[in-house]
């Protein structure tokens, strides 16, 4: 089947328009307006002493492996440790003012419209109504943009498990919060630097602490509008990216920035075969055209070739044939004058002879 061009721009525009109807339904819309009765978690930096007992409680009530370091062992607080899948909780301690060390716990900050289920094209995260972001391994094909896409760097993957490797993060301990109880973590915490509760009690909470000890905290609550809100909130004594908290992020969620190019998927996933396919089939029509024409002009040269070399031939054979006439008749003018030349000769021997002749003629007379 010969793919002409317009045939080909009618199919792309078909598919296109296919395609762009079917906005990407990525796993949250990026006009989510948030669960009203979300719960999320207050971190209070100023509380938080590096105990690393909230470490050691998500280890539990997550079962994971026993760490390499002790829970015991402080020593660690000073370098920056990242989640890890073995660790869904690290506390890092950052030098604050006058030198007085700043501790700070990082997890899954649970945000309102998650960057990860924005770009999971499975849909294995889900932001639920209690807050929690939860995953669905069952789903997951592990291409790990979840981890690309996340603004805070939380996601981690079990490279370490060939055979069913997971994305691996704080899930807000939601099974715990279904059943009515806190968090692992916050259960733990023995200085209330974490409290769990509604997020908008907990933004009241945080607002009042900052009115009342201005001279405290600093006047702003990490995450009631980072990336679009997270239920992890944080409030400090410090400039958050003074103790590693990413201050660039805006206020936009991260859905809001992707789905105009998720919003492109289907309509990519749609158009590519199409697209390749065009492509393909117009690159074979025109090696296939370019192929004849080539053909037509390896004939049309090899025909004129043969037309100039017959002709050449032609020429060479009358010039061979004139120049062997020339030659002919040159040998037989020059046999005929040499005949002639003979033949005089002959004719002057035959009368010098003739007088000896005719004298012997005569004498034979
Ligand atoms: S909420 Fe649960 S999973 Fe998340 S850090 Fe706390 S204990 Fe761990
Ligand atoms: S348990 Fe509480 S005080 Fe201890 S490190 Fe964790 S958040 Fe800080």
Redesign the pocket.
């Known amino acids: 089947m010969s793919l002409s061009r317009r045939k080909f721009l009618g199919w792309i525009g078909a598919a296109g328009m296919t395609a762009a109807g079917s906005k990407a339904s990525a796993a949250t819309t990026h006009h989510f307006e948030g669960y009203p009765d979300s719960m999320a978690?207050l971190h209070d930096t100023t509380l938080c002493i590096g105990c690393r007992r909230?470490e050691a409680?998500?280890n539990a009530?997550?079962e994971l492996p026993a760490p390499e370091v002790p829970f015991t062992d402080l020593t660690v607080l000073t370098n920056r440790r990242r989640t890890t899948s073995k660790a869904?909780?690290v506390v890092n301690q950052k030098p604050g003012k006058g030198g007085r060390p700043i501790f700070v716990?990082n997890?899954?900050n649970h945000c309102l419209e998650p960057a990860c289920a924005s770009v999971c094209f499975v849909q294995a995260f889900k932001k639920t109504k209690e807050g929690a972001v939860v995953y669905d391994a069952s789903v997951c094909v592990g291409c790990r943009y979840c981890m690309v896409a996340c603004p805070f760097e939380i996601p981690t993957y079990e490279y370490d498990n060939a055979f069913s490797p997971k994305v691996m993060k704080?899930?807000?301990?939601h099974p715990?919060v279904l059943e009515g109880k806190l968090?692992?973590?916050?259960e733990s915490c023995p200085t209330e630097a974490l409290v769990f509760g509604r997020r908008d009690d907990l933004l009241k909470i945080a607002r009042q602490r900052i009115v009342r000890r201005p001279e405290k905290y600093v006047d702003h609550i990490y995450g009631e509008r980072e990336m679009g809100g997270t239920s992890w909130l944080y409030l400090s004594g410090e400039p958050f990216d003074a103790i590693g908290m990413r201050m660039d992020l805006g206020v936009t969620p991260a859905p809001e920035l992707t789905a105009g190019a998720l919003g492109a998927v289907p309509m990519v996933v749609g158009l590519w075969p199409v697209l390749l396919t065009g492509i393909y089939a117009m690159s074979k029509r025109k090696e296939k055209i370019a192929a004849e024409e080539k053909a037509q002009a390896v004939a049309a040269a090899l025909a004129e070739a043969g037309e100039q070399a017959a002709a050449r031939l032609d020429a060479t054979m009358e010039k061979a044939k004139q120049e062997k006439t020339a030659a002919v008749e040159k040998a037989v003018k020059e046999a005929l004058a040499a005949d002639a030349k003979a033949r005089a000769v002959a004719e002057i021997q035959g009368a010098a002879q003739a007088p000896e002749g005719a004298a012997g003629d005569e004498k034979d007379e």
């Open positions: 978690v909230c409680a998500c009530v997550n869904y909780t716990k997890q899954c704080c899930t807000m301990c715990r968090p692992g973590c916050v």
